[in-house]
């Protein structure tokens, strides 16, 4: 049974993009768009508890494990969230010209093979097989970042291609490295993570140590950590809102997931104090760099884009200070940035189509025209500067008492003072666009009901799980900690 | 032939490959580059079947045939096209002076040698200097995308820099599984396919070179 999930569950998204070519009826490609969707959410859980029945499975090159369930997980219910919202914004999106109705069909196909590629990321076992979703994942993501057509679209769209091609291929030869290292013993399935890791305590530290770096600078340009952030803001900025959803919400915590896999190969092979130190270093960076473009920024996209720098700062940080809380308080950060991002993405998108403007100085007085909309936006952003009782203070404090009790007081204070910072000009922005008087340029219709079906949906993830963890979820979390730190 | 022979032909083809990456560096047309890089996919595609032959691993034949008909002419000839049509009478423009850019490549040569004698164990795992080739090739391909402005020098950039990949990939004594081989390889002509897309696009509605738009900034 759990065999035969783990190869149909890559199916789903590819035979539903095959599917959708077929049609061009725009209420047609929705429902196909939320059934698959939902398909993919089910068949997940049930592969979840499968899993939790006798855990982890391997079929041919793919493998299920508690940590891919984790990522997996997120990645369906993101899915779902962007297939629901996505009827009210195309309809939109139409309807002002910023999508060719005759196309949508392409744009529908497009979604769903970056779904899928990111599916085979999050159950690759083989390490050459993780590569190759993960390059899939940009040209299809490359796609649809430049799927507006205009030049800014194309311009962030080539910047995205470019260094995170160039990055990934970094990647390759690290994963080349480690596999040249462990080939001599594990012979021909040395590519396979978990036969990898069978001999990992045997392989030489010196190549194994190089291979890392590599990887980190690879997978890391994937990820969005600084310095190798470039293509991050354009990207998350330029694409259509769904996509910057999946980027931001799934697409960077998936790259994470591949620097996980090489983490806990790294740490068996050298100790685990050298990959903890590079991740620590990687996470003090971003979220430094983040912090002074989050001050300054007008774009609400941009703005997002920058915090999702800040965030996969933040997760390589707790799995930098690395034992048990620090690895459980990253794991957790990225369920939490995951759905707060994707809503407040949502949010912002609602708000741009609403005032036909990404200019946060324009965007005032959400709160008129918009109550529903505001408030959510509200919600995401309190979330997302760290307020209690929502889920990404739980987290941050988790993966800040794993760096006192570590002693790592140097990077505690900095990140302290980074997250006040950001708090601060977070909610600045948020507090001036909600209320005031609406600005002229705002629309006032009525709010679509997809997108809101769609942002309650996350928003009452986030603040479940703010107040507290469910048994199932930290159980989990639990046993996918006890994978990475072992 | 003998694993002393092998070892000097990867060492020899390692040498030649560094010879057409400076060509790569040096090329003050994009024709030029595009025919040095050529004739570098052309070198990998020999030094596969060069390990083919001696290790009688049928898997590199295969990979050596894509890399010549892909790697070797599929895509520098639909590079060679794209210059046509676009009828660009631009050059490389460097960021920097080329003669700059020479000297970092050859900085990233001797890290490259360096940084492989370091490790011992390795020249089991990997034959001849096909680690620190694959180093030096892969860095340099980066350098070449960092310091050209226009985007089919950036490209030219990128195949250099798969090139190295693939040379240290297929001289892993075990040999890579052909499978992931194929994908990768597929990887790169679909990355290819869309770069150009996107560049034909921007050419055919501002008129500008896509690697030199800058509006995105802060």
Redesign the interface.
């Given at each position: 049974m759990a065999d035969t999930l783990l190869w149909v569950l890559p199916l789903v998204p590819i035979v539903t993009a095959l599917v959708m070519l077929t049609t061009r009826d725009r209420r047609m490609l929705s429902a196909i768009d939320i059934a698959s969707s939902s398909v993919l959410l089910v068949l997940a859980l049930l592969l979840a508890r499968e899993v939790r029945a006798s855990g982890p499975r391997a079929f041919g090159v793919l493998r299920v494990d508690d940590l891919g369930l984790v990522f997996l997980l997120l990645l369906v219910v993101l899915t779902l969230a962007v297939s629901i919202y996505t009827v009210g914004w195309l309809r939109q999106a139409v309807a002002v010209g910023n999508m060719q109705a005759d196309s949508v069909r392409f744009y529908f196909a497009l979604v769903h093979a970056f779904v899928a590629t990111m599916v085979v990321t999050v159950l690759a076992d083989n390490l050459g097989v993780l590569w190759i979703a993960m390059e899939g994942t940009t040209i299809t993501s490359a796609v649809l970042v430049g799927y507006h057509g205009h030049h800014h679209g194309l311009e962030a769209a080539w910047k995205y291609i470019i260094v995170t091609t160039i990055g990934i291929s970094f990647g390759l030869f690290g994963t080349v490295l480690i596999y040249a290292a462990a080939a001599a013993s594990a012979g021909a399935g040395a590519m396979s993570w978990s036969a990898i890791m069978d001999v990992a305590p045997t392989l030489d530290p010196g190549i194994v140590r190089i291979g890392f770096i590599f990887v980190m600078i690879g997978y890391g340009t994937k990820a969005g950590l600084a310095p190798m952030h470039l293509w991050l803001p354009d990207a998350h900025s330029q694409a259509p809102t769904p996509v910057s959803a999946l980027l931001s919400g799934v697409l960077i915590k998936c790259a994470l997931l591949g620097i996980i896999r090489f983490q806990t190969i790294a740490a068996a092979a050298c100790g685990p104090g050298f990959p903890t130190t590079v991740l620590l270093v990687f996470g003090l960076i971003s979220v430094v760099v983040a912090a002074p473009f989050i001050l300054t920024q007008h774009d609400i996209k941009r703005l997002l884009g920058y915090h999702s720098v800040e965030h996969v700062g933040i997760v390589a940080l707790g799995l930098g200070f690395g034992g048990p809380v620090g690895t459980y308080g990253a794991l957790l950060h990225v369920v939490n940035h995951g759905v707060t991002k994707a809503l407040a993405f949502f949010a912002a998108g609602t708000a741009i189509a609403r005032y036909n403007s990404r200019d946060m100085r324009v965007i005032r007085g959400l709160l008129g025209v918009a109550p529903i909309g505001a408030t959510l936006l509200m919600l995401a952003a309190l979330s997302l500067a760290g307020v209690p009782p929502f889920s990404i203070f739980v987290s941050e404090v988790i993966v800040l008492r794993a760096g006192i009790g570590d002693g790592h007081w140097a990077a505690v204070a900095v990140f302290l003072v980074m997250v006040v910072v950001i708090f601060a000009g977070l909610l600045h922005h948020a507090g001036s666009m909600a209320f005031g008087e609406p600005t002229p340029a705002a629309g006032r219709e009525r709010e679509a009901w997809s997108p809101i079906v769609g942002m309650v949906l996350l928003a009452a993830i986030m603040i479940a799980l703010g107040l507290g963890i469910p048994g199932s979820i930290d159980g989990l979390l639990r046993r996918a900690t006890e994978i990475i730190v072992d | 032939m003998s694993s002393e022979t092998v070892h000097a032909i990867i060492d020899d083809i390692g040498a030649l490959l560094l010879f057409t990456m400076i060509l790569i560096v040096a090329a003050g047309q994009i024709y030029r580059a595009i025919y040095a890089v050529a004739a570098q996919s052309l070198l990998i595609a020999i030094a596969a079947a060069v390990l083919a032959a001696s290790t009688g691993n049928r898997d590199l034949w295969v990979i050596a045939g894509l890399t010549l008909g892909v790697k070797a002419i599929g895509l520098p000839w639909g590079l060679h096209v794209v210059v046509q049509r676009m009828n660009v009478r631009r050059e490389v423009e460097p960021v920097i002076p080329i003669a700059a850019t020479l000297a970092l490549a050859v900085a990233i040569v001797v890290m490259a040698f360096q940084?492989s004698a370091?490790?011992?164990?390795?020249r089991?795992?990997?034959t001849g200097n096909a680690l620190p080739v694959?180093?030096a090739l892969?860095l340099t391909?980066?350098l070449v995308?960092a310091t050209r402005r226009t985007?089919l020098t950036?490209m030219v950039g990128?195949f250099a820099?798969?090139n190295g990949?693939f040379f240290?990939?297929m001289a892993?004594?075990?040999g890579?599984?052909l499978?992931?081989e194929i994908?990768?390889i597929?990887?790169v002509i679909?990355?290819a396919l869309?770069?150009t897309i996107?560049v034909l696009?921007?050419r055919s509605?501002?008129d500008?070179d896509?690697?030199d738009?800058?509006?995105?900034r802060?």
């Open positions: - | 940084v370091s490790l011992g164990p390795i089991q795992a990997i694959g180093i892969t391909g980066v995308m985007a950036q990128l820099s798969e990949l240290t990939a892993v004594t075990q890579m599984p499978i992931i994908g990768v597929l990887d679909l990355a869309v770069m996107m696009r921007v509605t501002v500008a896509i690697a738009l800058d509006r995105l802060g």
